[in-house]
């Protein structure tokens, strides 16, 4: 019987090949490294500007619900005085107990004092509702620019664009900067 050589399998070609090829792409690009580790610090920080928007929403509308109740507290303390004051007339007219009439104008001018206060607290509570909301707004924001950064990033790195990529980090820093800045100042 004749014995047949096997021909050479080749599986360390492809694998010499493929070695080569990393090596040659490491040293051509490596800036995306540095592209890929910005990337995912910009990722964490959108992250944490949207878990501080949404944050910054939520109070928003906490203070906004209270201070709708304080104004419909208001209005149940001025239907209050303006039920006393028509009462107060027409037992004023009918020549009521003065001790009881008395009474009722000490009602009325204790419902004023008492909407004043409610009043005040209701208007501090939608001041506090805007400025969170504002907030919110600055922080979305943030994000948004994160977003565009890192997707200019991502652009970058698939076509190869080391300029793309360095724009991408600057739209990225200036959207840190502000974010930390409001951070720092709320």
């Given amino acids: 019987m004749e014995e047949t050589e096997i021909g ?15 090596q ?17 610090c910009l990722a ?23 201070a709708t109740d304080q104004w419909a507290y208001y209005q149940a303390k001025g239907n209050k005085a303006a039920t006393r004051t ?3 007339d027409i037992l004023s007219e009918l020549h009521a107990d ?3 009439l008395t009474v009722m104008r000490a009602d009325i ?33 943030t994000v948004t620019l994160l977003q ?8 970058g790195a698939l ?6 990529w360095l724009a991408s980090m600057a739209a990225g820093g200036v959207a840190t900067v502000v974010f930390l800045a409001r951070w720092i100042i709320s």
């Fill in 159 to 164: 076509i190869e664009s080391r300029k793309l």
């Fill in 24 to 40: 040659e792409e490491k040293h051509r690009t490596p800036w995306l490294r540095g592209l890929a580790v910005s990337s995912a």
């Fill in 86 to 88: 028509a009462e107060l």
């Fill in 98 to 100: 003065p001790a009881r």
């Fill in 109 to 141: 001018e204790k419902y004023a004092v008492e909407q004043n206060e409610i009043r005040a607290e209701a208007g501090r509570l939608q001041k506090e509702s805007e400025a969170q909301l504002a907030l919110h707004e600055w922080f979305a924001s």
């Fill in 8 to 22: 050479e399998v080749g599986v360390d070609k492809p694998a010499e090949a493929a070695q080569e090829k990393a």
């Fill in 148 to 155: 565009v950064s890192i997707g200019l990033s991502a652009i």
């Fill in 44 to 66: 964490v920080i959108a992250a944490v500007a949207s878990l501080k928007s949404g944050r910054c929403a939520n109070e928003a509308l906490l203070k906004q619900s209270l």
